[in-house]
Nanobody
């Protein structure tokens, strides 16, 4: 079992930055690939970024490539999403997820999800 708790969301002006954190419980955190999804009002949940269990491989959605960076610290059981150059269209609830592989994370077919943290970008 893995429990995930996101933090770091908030209100920021366009062009600003935020860093989201996802703290995981469970001694097997290091064996899971981790990822971030987001869901804007009236839209489907979409993939944002994923990172392998060891941190050496990452996948980032085209819509955020060059602006968002995913990283993890297995010693702290935490995965991060650094978001720079934020745009109003980045406004959404951001969810952390854990899965067996990068491929599973990208498809969203994962077993573990956090409750989400709101990110609002004003123009």
């Amino acid at each position: 079992q893995v429990q995930l708790v996101e933090s770091g969301g908030g209100l920021v002006q366009a062009g600003g930055s935020l860093r989201l954190s996802c703290a995981a419980s469970g001694r097997t955190f290091g064996s899971y690939a981790m990822g971030w999804f987001r869901q804007a009002p009236g839209k489907e949940r979409e993939f944002v970024a994923a990172i392998s269990w060891g941190g050496s491989n990452t996948v980032v959605a085209d819509s955020v490539k060059g602006r968002f960076t995913i990283s993890r610290d297995n010693a702290k059981n935490t995965v991060y999403l650094q978001m720079n150059s934020l745009k109003p269209e980045d406004t959404a609830v951001y969810y952390c997820t854990a899965g067996q592989s990068l491929r599973i994370i990208v498809t969203g077919a994962t077993d573990y999800w956090g409750q989400g943290t709101q990110v609002t970008v004003s123009s």
